[in-house]
Each structure stands twice: as structure tokens, then as C-alpha cells.
């Protein structure tokens, strides 16, 4: 079964920057795509990015020029990092994967933007 780890949230000032990251291990899988949806309090999940199996990237429009998502193949890894923070991208982020056997999900990491 596929586990993904995540780190890298906390609290930070608007303007700032955080880096997340997601770390997959489980069995040998070909993965799919890897990505980042987030949640807000009182809002329904929402995609963040994602990263394809060929590097091909997807943004949503509120984060377009922002958040940049990478990949290390070698590590089964996805990072997020994520510049120019504003309050309204306060929500916990999960990551997750694709691969043969379905999606996986991350436990989720909370961000908070806030002075």
C-alpha cells in the first residue's frame, strides 16, 4: 500500500514563501501523476497543482505564477513551493498520487498566511 508523507507547512507572514513536500513509498508502482489539492475551513477541496508522469504541470488560476510544483522521480517525491502567500491560501494542503492501484492520499499539512 502506498503511504505518502508530507512536511513543510506552518504558519507565515503574507508575502512569504513556504516549500511543501510529499515523499511516497510502498510497493513499485508507476506513477501516474502527483499533485496538491488544499482545503479551506468552511470550502470544499480544491486542486492546487499537478505534476504528470511526463513533467507536463497544471495550475489553478489562483495560484498561477506563484506556486511552482517539481518532482523527484529517483525519491517518488513531490514539492511544492509555493511565493508571494496570501491570506486566502490558508488551508490544509494534502498531496496525493496516481499510479495503477487508484489515487493515495497524504494525512494533509496545514498552512497558515497570516500577520
Known amino acids: 500500500q502506498v503511504q505518502l508523507v508530507e512536511s513543510g507547512g506552518g504558519l507565515v507572514q503574507p508575502g512569504g514563501s513556504l516549500r511543501l513536500s510529499c515523499a511516497a513509498s510502498g510497493s513499485s508502482f508507476s506513477i501516474y501523476a502527483m499533485g496538491w489539492y488544499r482545503q479551506a475551513p468552511g470550502k470544499q477541496r480544491e486542486l492546487v497543482a499537478v505534476?504528470?508522469?511526463?513533467?507536463?504541470?497544471n495550475y489553478a488560476d489562483s495560484v498561477k505564477g506563484r506556486f511552482t510544483i517539481s518532482r523527484d522521480v529517483a525519491k517518488n517525491s513531490v514539492y511544492l513551493q509555493m511565493n508571494s502567500l496570501k491570506a486566502e491560501d490558508t488551508a490544509v494542503y494534502y498531496c496525493?498520487?496516481?499510479?495503477?492501484?487508484?489515487?493515495?492520499w497524504g494525512q494533509g499539512t496545514q498552512v497558515t498566511v497570516s500577520s
Open positions: 496525493y498520487i496516481d499510479e495503477p492501484n487508484g489515487r493515495s
Open positions: 505534476i504528470t508522469n511526463v513533467g507536463s504541470t
